[in-house]
């Protein structure tokens, strides 16, 4: 884009508050002496919208990035009539992530992951050598294949076997793009342990998932989607988390939302959901544990085997860590909500039905909670609500076009020997 200037930054320990430069690929403070996300702290105090044919990168001021890559698009938000009828709301929002050109949504891999991929890989200098490896339950792989193979930038993924189908391209990937996958009966947490023995080659270095300041601050760009539109900050978010994540980022957004001064200083109240019986955030949050309960191995796994929405999977989320979901919870009085199956599946049926778009199983889990809010009475019919519908219109995506998938160049074992991965990855690149 014309005249482009990478985004001016600071970062920001959360635990202990230091604020200092980005050197480089830094994911945390290595003085703090305890574990805590950092925070992009950014120039700009009020974000200027770039046009819309910047695609995500309208929302550059606030995104850590160096440059432009190819081929975004940015979340569109709208007021809802339809759904908002039939819940009898006065003010409900949709941001709408996924592919959908009636709405002026082109995200080709249908999946709000899209905005952490573009944000992260521009977060990447152009002239890296190294290979990122990034593991994934499936949406975030796809993202990360299609915006790396676009752009050329070199990639190991690491996808747990029960979950390939995930990884569907309208078109065949650049062969700088690889994938390996952990065995059947394997989860998202096989993958990262699989994605980590990669990473003791120094050819590789990691993403970094929720502590990578790009990948939060490429999905906050939902939350800056629907305020500027809105014109205020909403009372409630809803969201379904497998990590957080976006939950995370979403309160970060507000802070810096509340910071700009144009858009009112409340916090949403973020309420986020998981798919039963998967729902070990819930459990901690019940207890009101800042840390994770118990969770045998063979229960997580069968119970990941059970759920619709296999993104939400994540039995080591950024849960219990300085400003992670705990705290974001907390600080906005926020709420962990579950959906079952056959819950989610009937909002995913209301959602086609009263806005025309399919939408994945993970936005019908959070639409669910929102629909269990109302049914009890538990939420103000006339607040503003910011709905994220983080996965839609996979039909109109793969509609008339004959569909290639991403096969792994080997399958490891759930209990990988270091040397082999090591060896065999390297040979790859």
Partial sequence: MENFKPTEYTLNCVASSREFED????????????????????AKKQIELKPDHYGLYKFCDWLPVKRILNGSSAPVTYRSEALAKHLGLSNLWITLNGYCPEKGVRMRTCS???TEAYS?????????????????????????????SDNNIKLLLVVPSDNLSSLWFTEPLNDCVKLIAADKGGDYFDAIHLSNLALKSSKFYAEGGAKNIARRDGMSTTVLSAVTTIGRIPDYYFQAVGSGTGAIAAWEANMRLVEDGRYGSNLMRLIVSQNAPFVPMYDAWRANSREMLDYDPKRARRDAELI??????????P????????????????????AT?????????????????????????ALASLIKMVEAG?????????LNITGAGEQAAQQNRELWYLKPSKTFSLTPDIAEVVSYVESLF
């Avoid at 890989?121 to 949406?139: I, L």
């Avoid at 849960?319 to 579950?338: C, E, P, Q, R, S």
């Fill in 319 to 338: 849960y219990g860590i300085a400003g992670g979901l705990y705290d974001a919870l907390k600080a906005t009085n926020g709420d962990i909500m579950v």
């Fill in 112 to 114: 709000f992951k899209e």
């Fill in 341 to 365: 199956n056959a819950q989610a599946s009937r909002a995913c049926k209301l959602f086609k039905e009263l806005e025309g778009v399919d939408i994945y199983s993970a936005p019908g889990v």
């Fill in 378 to 386: 538990t939420i103000d019919k006339d607040a503003c609500i910011m």
């Fill in 308 to 317: 619709n929405a296999k993104v939400l999977s994540n039995r080591k989320p």
């Fill in 120 to 148: 992260v890989c521009a977060r990447a200098a152009a002239d890296e050598q190294r290979v990122m490896v990034v593991a994934s339950a499936g949406n975030t792989a796809r993202a990360f294949a299609q915006v790396c």
């Fill in 23 to 42: 050197s480089g690929w830094i994911l945390d403070d290595a003085e703090c002496k305890s574990p805590s996300l950092v925070r992009a702290n950014y």
